[in-house]
T-cell receptor, first 114, second 115 residues
Framework: GAGVSQSPSNKVTEKGKDVELRCDPISGHTALYWYRQSLGQGLEFLIYFQGNSAPDKSGLPSDRFSAERTGGSVSTLTIQRTQQEDSAVYLC????????????FGSGTQLSVL | QQQVKQSPQSLIVQKGGISIINCAYENTAFDYFPWYQQFPGKGPALLIAIRPDVSEKKEGRFTISFNKSAKQFSLHIMDSQPGDSATYFCAASKYSGGSNYKLTFGKGTLLTVNP
């Protein structure tokens, strides 16, 4: 595709439910990032995938959060037993994975936990 | 622990004026400093970036000024236009092993340019 695609664009869920957020990176990009954007809190790093290397999970806020990247392409961020404080925009970005370079962001998934 | 501090949180400028957004960092391992621009409903997009071996970089109306000794950098938008109204994020990156250059973002500045 022409850019990073995220789905769904909006997700409303009830507290305690599990949610899955999907990211399709730009074809050929080996690096994939998940960030969380909360009001007034900027962009919070969650997890980073680079090729076949072990992912950098240092930003995941709790063990309720997990992510996987299948076949080096599509990634899914899963939040189990959602809480109201999980409400935020979840942004995915990809890059060529060559170092200090441009990140291409998707438009994000707006998650609302009621 | 906030590694990149950004100010102001919001900024209102008249059309034609100069917009200035400031960032400060603590970690001297940071070696790449980009600015991202985000419009409502969209993801951030790279605007301009600088490395610490230069003190200034200019691209059109946008200039980054970098002060390595003070560990500060700023974005200047000359002749600000209503179309520049957006949220601006500064960021800093450091080598984290392999080809990992993880970006740490500031909290953002909401810029409004009045016509």
């Amino acid at each position: 595709g022409a850019g990073v695609s995220q789905s769904p664009s909006n997700k409303v869920t009830e507290k305690g439910k599990d949610v899955e957020l999907r990211c399709d990176p730009i074809s050929g990009h080996t690096a994939l990032y998940w960030y969380r954007q909360s009001l007034g809190q900027g962009l919070e790093f969650l997890i980073y995938f680079q090729g076949n290397s072990a992912p950098d999970k240092s930003g995941l806020p709790s063990d309720r959060f997990s992510a996987e990247r299948t076949g080096g392409s599509v990634s899914t961020l899963t939040i189990q037993r959602t809480q109201q404080e999980d409400s935020a925009v979840y942004l995915c970005a990809s890059s060529l994975g060559q170092g200090r370079e441009k990140l291409f962001f998707g438009s994000g998934t707006q998650l609302s936990v009621l | 622990q906030q590694q990149v501090k950004q100010s102001p949180q919001s900024l209102i400028v008249q059309k034609g004026g100069i917009s200035i957004i400031n960032c400060a960092y603590e970690n001297t391992a940071f070696d790449y400093f980009p600015w991202y621009q985000q419009f409502p409903g969209k993801g951030p997009a790279l605007l301009i970036a600088i490395r610490p071996d230069v003190s200034e970089k200019k691209e059109g109306r946008f200039t980054i000024s970098f002060n390595k000794s003070a560990k500060q950098f700023s974005l200047h938008i000359m002749d600000s236009q209503p179309g520049d109204s957006a949220t601006y994020f500064c960021a800093a990156s450091k080598y984290s092993g392999g080809s990992n250059y993880k970006l740490t973002f500031g909290k953002g500045t909401l810029l409004t340019v009045n016509p």
